[in-house]
């Protein structure tokens, strides 16, 4: 999760606004599904083995191994346990510790990748969104397979037996048959009518979290429309004051020029009255010394 904010953290940055929408638009995994993600690609080693014993798991079903089933099912609930510790232990190194809930949930998705081949390649693919559901498991199986006491042997014709006997034997097998026959159609509708109750579960679901994403997609666009209002109220405030700055920088300009020449001007009338100075002094003192020659010229004479 955090990964993927970084990569649209990165794409923004990057200047592709486009490839930064695609990655915030994809779904939020949900706790239990970034857990068993987790698991995936941190422990590759153990995707395998799992799906070795569910193949195994679908083959003893099919056959209808009862000593195998057995074997297999301590088997199944031991890797289950096993693994659904090791994922939360995982959560927590990673900082998001979760709790025995979520336990169950990455639980529930390893008995659905054992019983569902397609749902075995969901999870070893590392990439859910939500957890997967075990709720349609492996079928059921005879209990004389399951079950520790063997099926009871056919008895033995009784010689002599008159066709009266035949006959009531017969209707019983046929009797037992079709009991069987209606057992079987009977498991099969309620698999399918589970099957079908699962799938509408699933899609009330996912209109359901499809209905949140859109909830929160209006929401994200309420939020960056208030924000573009804002951020242009902002940009139209401090274009206005650059205005005014401009305008003020202008008058300062101008005031400076008209300082400028007025300094110039009275740098220019300084000169022109120091050099006016000068030449006032140059005439006194040489209309002193004339006078101090006429005055030396004209005095008594011997």
Do not use: C, Y
Request: cysteine-free; proline content about 4%; overall charge positive.
């Amino acid at each position: 999760m955090a990964a993927r904010d970084r990569r649209v953290r990165d794409a923004r940055e990057a200047g592709d606004q486009a490839l930064a929408k695609e990655i915030g638009a994809l779904r939020r995994p949900s706790l239990a599904a970034w857990v068993s993600n987790l698991l995936v690609r941190r422990q590759p080693e153990e995707v395998q083995p799992l799906l070795g014993l569910g193949e195994e798991l679908r083959r003893a079903h099919r056959e209808l191994n009862g000593s195998q089933l057995r074997r297999l099912a301590r088997r199944q609930n031991e890797v289950i346990g096993a693994l659904g510790r090791q994922a939360r232990r995982l959560a927590a190194q990673a900082g998001h510790p979760v709790g025995e809930g979520v336990q169950r949930e990455v639980e529930g998705t390893l008995h659905a990748a054992l019983a569902d081949p397609e749902a075995a390649r969901e999870w070893a693919a590392g990439r859910l969104v939500k957890p997967l559901s075990s709720m349609i498991g492996f079928p059921a199986a005879d209990e004389s397979l399951l079950g520790r006491r063997p099926a009871p042997e056919p008895k033995a014709p009784v010689r002599g037996g008159g066709r009266k006997e035949e006959e009531d034997e017969g209707r019983q097998e046929d009797k037992a048959r079709e009991e069987a026959a209606r057992k079987e159609k009977a498991r099969k509708e309620d698999e399918a009518k589970a099957r079908e109750a699962e799938e509408q579960r699933r899609r009330l679901a996912e209109a359901r979290e499809a209905e949140r994403d859109l909830r929160a997609h209006e929401e994200e666009a309420d939020s960056a429309a208030r924000a573009v209002e804002e951020a242009g109220a902002r940009l139209a405030d401090v274009e206005e004051r650059v205005r005014e700055l401009r305008e003020r920088l202008r008058d300062a300009e101008q005031e400076q020029q008209r300082a400028r020449a007025a300094e110039r001007d009275a740098r220019d009338r300084e000169r022109q009255t120091d050099r006016a100075v000068r030449e006032a002094r140059r005439r006194a003192e040489k209309a002193a010394a004339r006078l101090e020659r006429s005055a030396t010229g004209a005095g008594p004479r011997g």
